[in-house]
């Protein structure tokens, strides 16, 4: 009896695995498909960030880390992004820059991670270099705008913008040129538009600039 059911075992195992044998295959098949171009793509896009990475030049004579961008929120992209790396507090208010541009400052540290507020961040406020004018530099109506700049500054199209030596961050780091210059309603001060070149939504890599790590 034993040995008559053992048959029927085997002759069942056989039957079904020739009447299933090409959706087995399909499906061994589907997962090499699949799986071999998915695990090239992570090699070809770990690759091309280190490619992004070997390609940066720091100008600036400053320590620097280099980190990467870990979460962007759709609804909130020009505000703030968080980097991986988290240090103590010293760590926190440090310029963020990519290309030798400035992206933004160190607003708030954790353990493994840190949030950079923008300079595209509707609050805020840098306080920059023209020339020898200060001004400050807010982002309105979708625009980089400096102001506080006097009617009578000797300011023209073209001409680059710093971080300025006031507050906590490193001078004479990169921002933009100036694109367009207008005065208030009073005809007091010059209202100058930034052209603001860098794209955050297509960065991933950061570099943290900061005097004494």
Excluded: W
Excluded at 38 to 55: M, P, V
Excluded at 63 to 82: P, S
Excluded at 108 to 114: E, Q, Y
Aim: one cysteine or more.
């Amino acid at each position: 009896m034993y040995k008559f059911m053992r048959h029927n075992y085997l002759f069942l195992i056989l039957f079904f695995l020739i009447i299933f044998k090409d959706k087995f295959y399909s499906l061994i098949t589907f997962r090499e498909e699949v799986y071999t171009p998915f695990r090239c793509s992570i090699l070809e896009s770990d690759y091309n960030k280190l490619l992004e990475f070997s390609e940066i030049d720091l100008i600036y004579q400053s320590n620097y880390i280099n980190t990467y961008i870990i979460y962007k929120d759709i609804y909130n992209y020009m505000n703030e992004v968080t980097i991986r790396g988290g240090h103590d507090k010293e760590f926190s208010h440090n310029p963020v820059i990519y290309d030798n541009t400035l992206v933004g400052v160190i607003d708030k540290v954790d353990k493994n991670t840190s949030i950079v507020k923008l300079i595209t961040n509707k609050n805020s406020k840098i306080s920059v270099k023209i020339n020898d004018e200060l001004g400050v530099m807010e982002y309105k109506n979708d625009e980089l705008i400096v102001s506080n700049i006097s009617n009578y500054s000797n300011i023209a199209i073209g001409d680059n913008i710093y971080t300025s030596n006031l507050g906590n961050m490193k001078e004479n780091i990169f921002i933009g040129v100036v694109k367009e210059i207008n005065l208030d309603d009073l005809n007091i001060e010059k209202i100058i538009k930034v052209d603001y070149k860098l794209d955050i939504k297509k960065i991933n890599y950061l570099t943290v600039i900061k005097e004494n790590l």
